[in-house]
């Protein structure tokens, strides 16, 4: 089986405040090097600058490409990686989006307008990867701030899923969701047959979950707080705290994943990576199954609706 390494992270556009607060300080060259460090092989990102004037004027050695092209060389200018971009903030000085960094041949890009309203702009960015003679479909998504605009382009995301990709085709969704109440979790793993990376990795004894989260539903239904009622409740995900970088505290970034097996999965947390973005990096190491347990877990998954080929 294929061996896999993959990241999420979200950049910030390479810039971040300084420790007072008080200026803006560019931090892409060694988020760079910290990010080539990770060793992956396919690296989500988003809040990519693909261009920004007031930057260039701004900053010294800010680099004059694209940041996904700048970020796809080692810090000694060898091509490490392809990249793909996705447009989606326009603005009169540049224009920000997400990216996706591959060791492997992108062989397919498409990148959809999500936007909910005119005060966020929003996209997902679609990717296959040729993987061993494989289609890997990666999905780079970065959702919006308010709950009911996540919640449309959750659907939106699952509907272009459903009528374009086979159920047992590899698949990959990652980025900033900024999901921290996990309204949206259960949902997508349901309908699509993903798993999120941790919960494949570290999974609960599923007679005890299920028997809690049954309790958790029957006092819902009768207007009490379950947290109240049966202290120690057990979250309802296990994707890793990632905001803010400092002290990572809110469940943003995540992983979700079809037709692999997940080896790890890891957060990497402290002053240094705080120092590059406001986003702690996520990064899992991934086995891909032979199409044949792909078929099995597919039909195993039985999600709701089937895509359209």
């Known amino acids: ?57 701004k900053f010294e050695q800010w680099p004059a490409e694209p940041q996904e092209v700048f970020l796809a060389k080692s810090p000694q200018l060898k091509q490490v990686f392809e990249s793909a971009y996705g447009r989606n903030a326009n603005y009169l000085h540049g224009h920000h989006g997400n990216a996706l960094l591959s060791r492997y041949p992108i062989v397919g890009q498409e990148n959809r307008d999500i936007s909910d309203h005119a005060l966020e ?22 959702f919006g701030l308010f ?16 009528r374009e990709i086979s159920p047992d085709d590899p698949l990959i969704i990652a980025g900033d969701f900024n999901d921290w109440r996990n309204q949206l979790s259960d949902r997508l793993c349901r309908r699509i047959g993903v798993i999120e990376v941790f919960d494949a990795y570290r999974p609960r004894a599923q007679a005890a979950q299920r028997a809690v989260y049954y309790m958790r539903d029957r006092l819902a239904e009768f207007g009490v707080s379950p947290e109240r009622a049966i ?14 970088a400092l002290v990572p505290w809110l469940r ?6 079809r037709g692999f097996r997940v080896r790890s999965a890891q957060v990497y947390r402290g002053l240094e990576w705080s120092r590059l973005s406001d986003h702690s990096p996520l990064v899992a190491d991934l086995e891909l199954l032979p199409r044949a347990a792909r078929r099995a877990a597919s039909v195993i998954a039985a999600p709701e609706h089937h895509a359209i080929r």
């Open 231 to 244: 202290p120690g409740l057990p979250r309802t995900v296990r994707a890793a705290r990632t905001f803010p």
């Open 252 to 257: 943003m970034d995540r992983i979700y994943q």
């Open 1 to 57: 089986m294929t061996g896999l390494r993959v990241a999420t992270y979200n950049i910030h556009k390479g810039v971040l405040r300084d420790f007072f607060g008080l200026r803006r300080v560019a931090r892409i060259h060694e988020l760079r090097s910290r990010l080539h460090d990770l060793g992956s092989d396919l690296v989500f990102l988003q809040e990519v600058q693909g261009h920004n004037e007031r930057h260039l004027r």
């Open 121 to 142: 702009k929003r996209g997902v960015l679609r990717c296959v990867v040729r993987i061993d003679d494989c289609d890997v479909h990666c999905f780079v998504v970065h």
């Open 147 to 162: 709950a009911r605009s996540r919640d449309r382009q959750l659907l939106a995301v699952i509907d272009w899923i459903e």
